[in-house]
């Protein structure tokens, strides 16, 4: 993203400065700083879809998403979402009714606001719809996953690159498998994978 920024002042600096040769010190720093929160995004969703089977890992998801949210306040949307799930996720893990209602509705919550918030957000989108359509149908959800579903149908082809090719492999087969499309939706993910070559 700042490398025709980076190119552009290493070209109009004089020859004789001795700093041309390194980009600016600001400039590493962001890039190091960005890529350091790359990584941990990576690492806290392996801990997300690890919790999913193992309780003993949403607190470590949760502490890791607090941690990005710290780094990179920017990603407010897509963390929180992450963590409203992981929230629900105690309420499918926990023993009594009333705390799995209680957990679940205060992740729905915590998601809804996060996904408004940014209602750009693939990946926030996805992880939202994804929470939902697995919810027992007396949460009332169905309609919801089903609209955000289209909605990344729509989305997806100019945001596709929010995804790294193997998780958008991923979320277009989910989508596939468990959204109600259009013949003409299902032709615009069909036509996204062709293009990729996700097939």
Not at 100 to 110: P, S, T
Request: charged fraction near 25%.
């Amino acid at each position: 993203m700042h490398t025709f920024f980076l190119m552009t002042a290493l070209l109009l600096l004089s020859p004789a400065d001795s700093t041309a040769a390194q980009p600016p010190a600001s400039i590493s720093l962001q890039s190091a700083e960005l890529t350091a929160a790359q990584a941990a995004l990576k690492q806290a969703r392996l801990l997300f879809y690890a919790g999913v089977e193992d309780k003993s890992k949403i607190e470590p998801a949760l502490a890791a998403f607090q941690e990005l949210l710290r780094m990179r306040p920017e990603w407010e949307a897509r963390t929180l979402t992450y963590i409203g799930a992981l929230t629900a996720l105690k309420g499918k893990h926990s023993l009594l009714p009333h705390d799995k209602w209680r957990k679940a509705n205060q992740g729905l919550r915590i998601m809804d606001q996060a996904v408004a918030q940014n209602p750009q957000d693939v990946e926030a989108l996805f992880i939202h719809s994804s929470t939902c359509v697995f919810l027992p149908f007396f949460f009332k959800r169905g309609h919801d996953a089903q609209s955000k579903f289209r909605r990344l149908v729509q989305l997806l082809p100019e945001k596709h690159q929010e995804f790294d090719p193997e998780m958008l492999k991923n979320v277009i087969q989910f989508i596939s498998e468990r959204a109600k499309l259009s013949q003409e939706e299902t032709a615009t993910l069909n036509r996204l994978k062709s293009e990729l070559n996700l097939e």
